[in-house]
């Protein structure tokens, strides 16, 4: 028997984040004595703040069976947080009491077996690329809705005013293919990363049959056999080869997520500039009608006054030439419209009755409210940078992956099988048996694969940062052009509705001259076609200026949000 108290410490290891370089190693103390085996953390549980270097395989004392355990991810390539320090201590008596403590040892060994698998992580520590972009956008004051509490995504049911537009973009993210396409490819990358998680687990599976037999000849009587099997398999997964494909797959996972939050804010900008597109359409058609209807007018009136003699053959021609250049303008704006339609149809998913034509107001957008000093941070909020990311988490991942493919690998299969020549006696005592099979892999020649693997792995990690780098220039690009337009389109606008209230001015005072005899018709058409196309160019710069709103709603990361 033994005499006094033994005592068997598992120490859990954590990083100190209080103090650089220092690690904290959290004592729970396993008793036995003459009688007892439990867990007694008040007994003897301490905290012991440590350097790594202190630490050594003499930590042990006396009886004590020190057992230290890091569930803390790697570091850094070939630091290996877990390890086992046994101490020498007397062997136990053969007594009952010794073969339970001996035997709860084996449980807890296995266990601790069970624990480091895994644990090692070959994968280079992730550390997000720096964005190759200025710290802010460049904002001129035009520009600037001031923004109470910085930039924020108001939701695309508060972007856009009209309820005409929240209640079609409703309807697309319902019916639309390319988001459900989206959505399948995420329950297609979470069914993978599924299938692949599940190799890091034990597997348990269960087979039964019967075999006959009998000589060739006839001269054996045919026999029978039946068998039952259960066999447990798990590979250890020492250094993380598994765990990496696994955090490989969820990683692209995640990033299908993004892929399908990027194809849900295109969509949201697609309905909006399709529906912006079509009212574009309508109000071009309409003004081109009502500018046929006021040459229609003229004509009539250059007609009577070549009847009376105050006015020639010329004018009148001019006036029929006018006519019938609106007719073909008129015409072309009808196929925009039927275009314009399709597409709405198109993106909305469905085909049906499209909402009633109302032209354009310009007033169906809230502007976007930005802060003066817009960081381009808030760029990293956009679903194909999160995806960039999440895609180089899983280059990452990969990379771990190739180089646990150079070290060896362990499996451990563990079956019970039963066979009897009758199914009744199958399960009767005397007809089981069990095995244990261990089987390593080291892996010794294979013509530079594992090399290879290695080499392509860690390409694939750098193209994965130029792509991430790729994306966030881009999306730098998308958010200072629209903000460049936004205040050239308001000036330009601006100045556009002051020549038109002049051209307007001009028209009429032309047709007084005119009816005055003062000036020839070519006056009066002049100041026609400069008020119907600049009319035009108002009605294009309105819808551009909406769709830059879009653009920089979107560029910004807006639209994802309800």
Not at 97 to 114: A, D
Not at 237 to 253: C, I, V, W
Not at 386 to 406: H, P, S, T, V, W
Request: with cysteine; hydrophobic share 40%.
């Amino acid at each position: 028997m033994i005499s006094g108290k033994t005592i068997i410490s598992v120490i859990h290891y954590e990083p100190c984040l209080c103090k650089p370089f220092a690690e904290i190693f959290t004592c729970f103390n396993f008793v036995f004595d003459d009688q007892y085996f439990h867990l007694a953390p008040r007994l003897a549980a301490n905290v012991i703040l440590l350097r790594p270097r202190s630490l050594s395989t003499d930590y042990s004392k006396n009886d004590n069976i020190v057992i230290i355990l890091s569930p803390g991810k790697q570091r850094a390539l070939g630091k290996v947080p877990l390890s086992i320090l046994w101490t020498s201590f007397e062997p136990f008596t053969r007594s009952a009491w010794t073969r339970s403590v001996m035997f709860k040892l084996k449980l807890l060994s296995i266990s601790t077996i069970f624990i480091l698998a895994g644990c090692v992580s070959l994968a280079p520590e992730y550390q997000r690329p720096a964005a190759p972009v200025p710290q802010q956008f460049s904002l001129s004051h035009n520009s600037l809705t001031p923004a109470v509490n910085g930039y924020q995504d108001t939701g695309w049911r508060n972007f856009f005013v009209d309820p005409q537009v929240t209640r079609l973009i409703g309807e697309a993210l319902t019916n639309n293919r390319d988001l459900r396409m989206a959505a399948l490819k995420v329950e297609e990358a979470r069914a993978q990363f599924n299938v692949t998680d599940a190799d890091r687990y034990p597997q348990l599976n269960a087979s039964s049959g019967i075999t006959y037999s009998g000589g060739l000849k006839g001269d054996k009587p045919t026999t029978q056999e039946y068998d039952a099997r259960l066999e447990l398999s798990y590979e250890l997964d020492f250094f993380g080869k598994l765990k990496n494909m696994s955090d490989a797959d969820r990683q692209n996972y995640f990033a299908s997520e993004e892929a399908r939050r990027a194809v849900h804010i295109l969509l949201v900008s697609n309905v909006s500039q399709s529906y912006f597109s079509q009212q574009l359409a309508y109000e071009q058609l309409r003004i081109a009608r009502e500018t046929l209807k006021n040459y229609q007018q003229s004509y009539a009136f250059v007609e009577q006054q070549l009847v009376t003699g105050s006015t020639n053959v010329l004018a009148l021609e001019q006036a029929r030439g006018q006519i019938e250049s609106t007719r073909a303008e008129i015409a072309k704006r009808e196929g925009d419209l039927a275009q314009a339609n399709n597409a709405l149809q198109l993106v909305l998913g469905t085909y049906r009755a499209l909402p009633s034509e109302k032209g354009m107001k310009g007033g169906e957008i809230a502007p976007v409210k930005l802060p003066p000093n817009l960081s381009s941070q808030i760029l990293l909020q956009r679903p194909d940078i999160m995806e960039a990311e999440y895609q180089l988490k899983a280059a990452d991942a990969n990379i771990g992956a190739a180089r646990a493919a150079f070290f060896p690998s362990i499996t451990l299969t563990s079956g019970l099988s039963a066979s009897s020549t009758e199914l009744s006696s199958l399960f009767t005592s005397g007809s089981g048996m069990w095995n244990f099979i261990p089987k390593i892999e080291i892996p010794i020649f294979n013509a530079g694969r594992n090399k290879a693997n290695l080499k392509l792995a860690e390409i694939r990690q750098q193209q994965s940062v130029v792509n991430y780098e790729q994306k966030i220039q881009s999306a730098f690009k998308d958010v200072s052009d629209t903000l460049a337009l936004r205040d050239s389109l308001s000036q330009q606008l601006e100045s556009q509705q002051r020549y038109l209230d002049s051209l307007q001015i001009t028209l009429q005072r032309a047709r007084g001259l005119y009816a005055s005899g003062a000036v020839s018709y070519i006056e009066v058409l002049d100041a026609e076609r400069s008020l119907f196309a600049t009319q035009q160019t108002i009605l294009d710069l309105t819808y551009s200026r909406q769709v830059n709103e879009i653009n920089l709603f979107t560029a910004l990361g807006g639209g994802w949000v309800e």
